[in-house]
């Protein structure tokens, strides 16, 4: 059985104390222990990151993208290692776990170019003999603290964009899946990062509210549910810190009438049952707009019931289990109460069982249609292989929906009107919006953030907002001995 510990220092540490389970959702058998981090081992990482930060925070930019050039490096050589490594502990399929990794070297990519990114401004003779330049400084200690379904590609958001800004990093991952986290831990290592720029804490709440109250901490990032989002934002907040929080999405996909039904329908399932729904950007309602939903469910339904559900290792699964036994059991309880407010379920992965995982966490695609927006399924984020169809007249019906969830994290709209597309682009409140195409992630050089109550502060991550939340501007204002030849002066300064 593996013991998941964590890494402070440059080095992976044991502890005595509270441990958790980790699973291997596919078999239900346990795989591993992790540790959970008491207040004073979290303590110890940002002591070890506080020690490590003057001198990283002098590595020239030049440096510090040479570290980030040797780390994508490894994490091509390791891409297999890191997917593998991530289908054993959260259950998706190791080509979606190969793209998850993906997703996130383009982060480290993006951080290649930090000389560039951090150039600063400069005006020459803003008042006669005096300059004024800004430049953009690190933090400090920054937090990052990141949910369960993607243990990779999120902490990825963050710590590439925070350690090349020349920040020093405390990693918190979620407990469910904690390993991949230990491997990019070693392989900053490898790549040449100072020990102590990067350290891991395993943990539950614990170690969450000793990074949110710790007076070392300048910056906190959380990726999770908007209970715990609002929750991290405002105790980071009121101690002090800089925060951002990405949270909980319902994200609809509007279809038109004259949208490509096929294209549609594949784009349905890939952002409905792909990473057996557990995928923030995910779509868990289709809008059919102006009675083009027979003909969609027509085309949708027998692709539900072929879905391929089976192992993530398995090549021919098109789908894995969800991440834990609480998990399935909180979906299927979704599926039961659409069931019972009167929702038709065309759809029903309840029974599905597979031969030789019996005890895997695995729920069949499930379909609903006729979906009404007071219903619990509809309001609320299922974060499973659930896809809700709500039917409505015209596109402002859709529209509507859209703009009156409580979440805004994305918004996508099939359609061949160039027209429709663009009034949607404009209107729909959501962070993200994908014009035919279904989980509109934007690509690294952009930045990821949701409206509404899918995001809590006012940065997005990664981009060139990842480099605004990591850095502070220093502005200076400079006039040079000759300037001064005059003597001084007792009136205000004014240009001219
Ligand atoms: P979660 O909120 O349960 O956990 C997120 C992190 O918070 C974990 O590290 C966890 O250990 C910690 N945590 C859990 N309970 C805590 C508590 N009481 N106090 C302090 N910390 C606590 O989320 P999850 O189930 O791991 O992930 C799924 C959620 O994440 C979904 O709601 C999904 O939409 C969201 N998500 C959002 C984005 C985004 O960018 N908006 C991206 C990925 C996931």
Known sequence: ???????????????????????????????????????????????????????????PTLTRARIMFKFKNLLDRDIDKLAEAITLEHGKTFEDAKGEVTRGIEVVEFACGIPHLLRGDFTEQVARGVDVFSARHPLGVVAGITPFNFPVMVPMWMFPVALACGNSFVLKPSEKDPTPSLMLAELLAEAGLPKGVFNVVQGDKEAVDTLLTHPDVAAVSFVGSTAIGEYVYKTACAHGKRAQALCGAKNHLVVMPDADLDKTVDALMGAGY???????????????????????????????????????????SEMGPLVTREHLAKVRGYVDDGVAAGAKLVVDGRDL?????????????????????????????????????????????????????????GAAIFTRDGDAARAFDRDAKAGMIGINVPIPVPVAFHSFGGWKRSVFGDRNVYGMEGVGFYTKMKTTTARWPTGIRAGAQFVMPTTG
């Not at 102006?290 to 692709?303: I, N």
């Open 353 to 409: 069982k597979l031969q030789g995982y019996e005890d895997g966490y695995f729920l069949g695609g499930c379909l609903f249609d006729d979906v009404t927006t007071d219903m619990k399924i509809y309001k609320e984020e299922i974060f499973g292989p659930v896809l809700s169809v709500v039917r409505v007249p015209a596109y402002e019906d859709a529209l509507r929906l859209v703009n009156d969830h409580e979440y805004g994290n």
């Open 274 to 316: 792909g990473s057996a729904g557990e995928r923030c950007m995910a779509v868990s309602v289709a809008v059919a707009v102006g009675g083009v939903g027979d003909a969609l469910m027509e085309k949708l339904v027998p692709k539900v019931q072929a879905l391929k559900v089976g192992p993530g290792m398995d090549a021919d």
């Open 1 to 59: 059985m593996a013991v998941i510990g964590h890494y402070i220092g440059g080095k992976q540490v044991n502890t005595a104390g509270r441990t958790a389970s980790v699973f291997n959702p596919a078999t239900g058998a346990q795989s591993g222990e992790v540790l959970l981090a008491s207040a004073a081992t979290v303590g110890e990482a940002v002591a070890a990151a506080k020690a490590a930060f003057p001198a990283w925070a002098d590595t």
